[in-house]
């Protein structure tokens, strides 16, 4: 499970075998047993979330839309 990036004790990553066809481009993020996955379609969504209060997934969300060419490359290198 590559992680991309930490940042606020949060861990944002991938899955190498999650989803067969492999899923859109998208990342997960975990901290303390909260969890949320975010869509990098046309504009950065969240899949779903449990645990995170609403300030910790608005400023999760905010950092995967500003990481999001990182999260991008990572995933692209990962994959090919």
Not at 13 to 18: D, V
Not at 34 to 46: G, S
Not at 70 to 76: R, V
């Amino acid at each position: 499970m590559p992680v991309v990036f930490r940042q606020g004790g949060v861990r944002y990553f991938f899955y190498s075998n999650e989803g067969d066809p492999r899923e859109p481009v998208h990342v997960h993020a975990e901290k303390d047993g909260a969890e949320a996955k975010f869509w990098l379609a046309e504009t950065v969504t969240v899949a779903e979330s449990a645990g995170f209060s609403r300030r910790e997934l608005a400023e999760a969300l905010r950092l995967v839309e500003e990481r999001r060419r990182d999260i991008e490359e990572a995933w692209h290198d990962h994959f090919g």
